[in-house]
């Protein structure tokens, strides 16, 4: 497989096109990198959230169990996606699972390394959470007519109770 240029592949990652060049050299060398198949489940559903990727090579999907159990693609994650941010603020278990659809490299930043730097670099760990919460409000704000009717429907009582 291929070397991994690690600094590019973050500057190049959606969820840091905010963060300057200072702050990417200053994480990079916190992050681990992990290798898949195409195939490879990276994790289930339900799963223990304990940290955050981001797509250096490859490609994967996310995935979600339908009511009757089966497993159903929800998003395709293209080269220098992340994924799982909200594990490193909030501790709890999977919403979605990811599978590879192609061989990936993944650098991943364990919920266990951010909570160490909380204590080492506490200002790069505010412009991560940062970065993270704009990510969360632009979702939010796609999603929010979603929501609307899910709302409405359940108030409405017709949610199927």
Same mark, same amino acid.
């Given at each position: 497989?291929?070397q991994?240029? *690690?600094? +590019?592949? !973050? %500057?190049?990652? $959606?969820?840091?096109?905010?963060? @300057?060049?200072?702050?990417?050299?200053?994480?990079?060398?916190?992050?681990?990198?992990m290798?898949?198949?195409?195939?490879?489940?990276?994790?289930?559903e339900?799963?223990?959230?304990?940290?955050?990727?981001?797509?250096?090579?490859?490609?994967?999907?996310?995935?979600?169990?339908?009511?009757n159990? *089966?497993? +159903?693609? !929800? %998003?395709?994650? $293209?080269?220098?996606?992340?994924f @799982?941010?909200?594990?490193?603020?909030?501790?709890?278990?999977?919403?979605?699972?990811?599978r590879?659809?192609?061989?990936?490299?993944?650098?991943?930043?364990?919920?266990?390394?951010?909570?160490?730097?909380?204590?080492?670099?506490?200002?790069?760990?505010?412009?991560?959470?940062?970065?993270?919460?704009?990510?969360?409000?632009?979702?939010?704000?796609?999603?929010?007519?979603?929501?609307?009717?899910?709302?409405?429907?359940?108030?409405?009582?017709?949610?199927?109770?």
């Amino acid at each position: 497989m291929e070397q991994i240029d *690690v600094i +590019q592949a !973050l %500057r190049r990652c $959606p969820l840091l096109a905010d963060i @300057g060049l200072k702050a990417i050299t200053q994480l990079a060398p916190h992050l681990g990198q992990m290798r898949g198949s195409a195939g490879d489940v990276l994790y289930n559903e339900g799963d223990e959230a304990n940290g955050m990727y981001i797509i250096a090579a490859g490609s994967c999907v996310a995935f979600a169990r339908d009511m009757n159990g *089966v497993n +159903q693609d !929800l %998003r395709g994650m $293209p080269a220098f996606d992340s994924f @799982g941010e909200l594990s490193l603020l909030l501790r709890g278990q999977r919403l979605m699972g990811v599978r590879a659809t192609s061989d990936v490299t993944l650098l991943d930043l364990s919920a266990a390394t951010f909570r160490s730097l909380k204590q080492q670099e506490p200002e790069l760990c505010l412009i991560i959470v940062m970065a993270i919460v704009r990510r969360l409000g632009r979702e939010l704000d796609e999603s929010r007519e979603v929501m609307k009717r899910v709302m409405l429907r359940y108030h409405a009582g017709i949610d199927g109770r």
